[in-house]
């Protein structure tokens, strides 16, 4: 899912974020929704996948394809380069009743990490994603293991209350779309795509 990073240097443990329905769109009203949500949403999963890490590096660096097939994605154009694992991308992002345009700082490094961080956007006070590729398993050279991570913080409550009804539907649907677009140029996985912790 064209998305911002935070740069971390620790892999990031699935177990210690707390995982809860933000786009979840069966998800409870709350009885006071401009106080009870937090402005700050964190996710992180791992997957075992059926892809190498160099084509899923490839399937997520290529920003400029992010409004062909990630959801909720309008627009996503390559400024220039900042230096030579380093990029700037106009975004805009729309659900619901959200629409939100922002400046892109990508870093990557082939074939491993690709992130994104907002630098300017009126609606976040930061967006972050990080994707991190490592060694599959041994016996399927056609392997990887993902690491996703995304956060971010909306400058108002009501955003805020609005990301936590689906927050989660979207991370999901953004992970599988980038696995059906590797599908798309890679041909089916080595393997079918496994949940880790």
């Known amino acids: 899912m064209g998305w911002h990073i935070i740069f971390r240097q620790q892999p990031i443990s699935v177990a210690s974020i707390k995982h809860r329905t933000l786009f979840g769109f069966n998800a409870p009203k709350p009885a006071f929704p401009f106080k009870s949500a937090k402005k700050t949403e964190q996710y992180a999963e791992r997957r075992l996948l059926g892809y190498t890490a160099a084509e899923m590096y490839h399937v997520v660096v290529d920003v400029e394809k992010y409004r062909e097939f990630v959801p909720w994605c309008i627009r996503s154009d390559i400024l220039k380069p900042v ?3 380093m990029f700037k991308a106009n975004m805009e992002i729309g659900f619901q009743v959200v629409k939100e345009r922002y ?5 990557h490094q082939k074939p491993t990490l690709v992130k994104s961080v907002c630098s300017d956007g009126r609606l976040f006070s930061h967006l972050i994603t990080e994707w991190r590729f490592l060694p599959g398993i041994e016996q399927e050279p056609r392997s990887c293991i993902l690491d996703f991570y995304v956060s971010f913080e909306f400058r ?7 990301a936590h009804m689906f927050f989660d539907e979207v991370v999901r649907q953004m992970v599988s779309a980038f696995l059906k677009r590797a599908e798309k140029l890679y041909g089916a996985a080595s393997m079918p795509s496994k949940r880790l912790r």
């Open 83 to 85: 230096y030579p694992n």
């Open 156 to 162: 108002s409550a009501l955003h805020a209350t609005l």
């Open 103 to 107: 400046l892109a700082l990508v870093t």
